[in-house]
């Protein structure tokens, strides 16, 4: 196909040599006051000619491409090096054409250091890559439409403490790259919630490294998410929302820990995602505070049957416009034995608490106002998950279930387990391609002690018509909210509309 292709390329060039010889001879003779008909003929031949020859260089660039992805998975198979005299062909990012109907030429998009999905190149070797990414936003914040109290399950009275600032709500500085072999990666980064300060891990420094043994099996090790549910099983940051989840999302989802996790690609367009790790939450944990064993393994399954994929890390929202539809199908499982010293506390940065479902944290002292506390307990959470996207439409939902019983117990506490449920929907669409996005979203959670609801809806606007910048204006109506820290919108027990605009940029 290659050879065929690079003879239609030679061909194409063959016929368009005398035009280009007309063409010269024509900007050397002296311009008619007139223009004539032969010369605009001659014009629009060699426009449309250069169109086709375009249009072929890509398709071969393509069939290469493709050669290139087969090779590499039949050199990691074998388990031998990349071949260094093959040079790999990496497509361009499809961008967004101009209202003029013109579409950004192939050298403007390739221009500088930056590349689709690995960020700013610094270094780009025989034996050694690395590229620089930040992900950070600006976000003003109103709470003022909130109630001003709060009353829990058990008739215990607070004051909400409301917010009006300006944060710079995230920063992270992310540092990937490759190390002798292609298939040895790593990425190191540093990760500050200002909004956090004075709180235990406000600063964060971690990372992973990871090796791919072949297209089904790549192995990580250090810190990740922990994939409970689909926010936290790699899609971050392709979120509708900026860099926060729906409240029922929040309630039930696992967080950020340390281990060794196993992801990929298998026969009958499935995609795995397995990890197993010290806890659900290690942001704010110290190892002493850790009990003995790895006591969290988590795992999702996906399955895409109609196209094989679903976008950039299984994200929401369609904004690369899939002219096929592209479906989803999900499921995720989470077990971990946890206790009140291996959770972080209840301000820190991207915190996930074991709550009831009014937010009482279930590990708190006298929780239930019996006098009795819950030390340990074990938690098991089933999320199922679905999705369709189709010409910058999109809708997604998910259905959670969680158990939390086998309790250890110091006094008297009148449960001897839990049964939460609850769902989220979101759906989107591009009012303008590349450009203005809208959506709408939904959450529930169905508990013992309370039913915590939200709705909201945004409008995102993409300024360079790339994802990795954006504007996003949101309104949230949350009731009797079961979730809150500082880096999200949400306050526990918060009832009323929350409003906030952010400026970000992911990449």
């Known amino acids: 196909m290659v050879r065929i292709g690079c003879c239609r390329l030679l061909a194409a060039a063959m016929l368009l040599a005398p035009g280009l010889a007309r063409g010269q001879a024509v900007s050397t003779a002296p311009a008619d006051p007139q223009p004539r008909p032969g010369v605009e003929r001659q014009l629009q031949e060699l426009v449309r000619s250069r169109q086709e020859l375009q249009q072929m260089q890509q398709s071969v660039q393509k069939q290469m491409a493709d050669f290139d992805a087969r090779i590499a998975v039949l050199e990691a198979e074998l388990g031998v090096a ?66 001003e109290h709060y009353t829990d399950a058990f008739g215990r009275t607070t004051r909400i403490d409301k917010r009006q600032d300006i944060q710079l709500n995230r920063l992270q500085l992310q540092f990937r790259g490759w190390l002798f072999d292609e298939r040895f990666r790593y990425t190191f980064y540093a990760w500050t919630q200002n909004v956090s300060q004075g709180d235990p891990a406000q600063v964060v420094v971690g990372g ?67 990890s197993l790790t010290d806890n659900l939450s290690i942001l704010g944990v110290s190892a002493s505070q850790l009990d003995f064993g790895l006591n969290t393994v988590s795992g999702a399954l996906y399955w895409m049957p109609t196209t094989g994929e679903y976008g950039p890390g299984w994200g929401l929202g369609d904004f690369e416009h899939h002219e096929d539809v592209a479906t989803l199908l999900g499921v995720h499982f989470t077990r971990s034995r946890e206790d009140g010293q291996s959770q972080p506390r209840t301000n820190s940065i991207e915190n996930s608490q074991v709550r009831l479902s009014d937010g009482t944290v ?19 959470m089933l999320a199922l998950d679905a999705g369709v996207k189709y010409r910058g439409w999109s809708l997604d939902g998910e259905y959670y279930f969680r158990w939390l019983n086998d309790f250890d117990v110091v006094g008297y506490v009148p449960v001897t387990r839990q049964y939460d449920h609850g769902f989220q929907v979101l759906a989107s669409t591009m009012l303008k391609p590349k ?17 915590p609801w939200d709705v909201g809806f945004g409008l995102t606007y993409f300024p360079f018509q790339r994802k990795q910048v954006r504007v996003n204006a949101e309104g949230i109506y949350m009731n009797r909210s079961a979730i809150g820290y500082t880096a999200v919108p949400y306050v526990v027990g918060g009832t009323g509309w929350v409003w906030s605009l952010n400026v970000g940029t992911w990449f």
Not at 237 to 245: A, K, T, V, Y
Not at 362 to 380: C, M, N, W
Not at 435 to 451: I, K, W
Request: a negative charge; glycine letters at 14%; hydrophobic letters at 35%.
């Open 82 to 147: 990349p071949h260094k005299e093959i040079v790999r062909i990496t497509l361009p990012p499809p961008v967004a054409e101009e209202e003029s109907g013109g579409a950004a030429s192939q050298d403007q998009q390739q221009e500088g250091p930056f590349k689709q999905g690995e960020g700013v190149v610094l270094v780009d070797g025989e034996n050694a890559g690395l590229a620089l990414g930040v992900n950070g936003y600006v976000r003003y914040l109103n709470q003022g439409g909130l109630k």
């Open 208 to 274: 992973n490294i990871n090796y791919t043994f072949a297209e089904w099996f790549r192995l990580w090790a250090g810190i990740f998410s922990v994939p409970s549910t689909r926010t936290t099983a790699q899609s971050f940051p392709n979120w509708l929302m900026i860099d926060h989840r729906g409240l029922a999302d929040e309630f039930f989802r696992g967080s950020y820990s340390q281990g060794i996790q196993a992801m990929g690609k298998l026969p009958g367009r499935f995609f795995y995602n397995v």
């Open 362 to 380: 279930i590990f708190e002292p006298d929780a239930f106002r019996t006098g009795g506390q819950i030390t340990k307990l074990t938690y098991q």
């Open 435 to 451: 450009l203005l996005q809208a959506y709408v979203m939904g959450s529930r959670v169905f508990g013992e002690f309370g039913d």
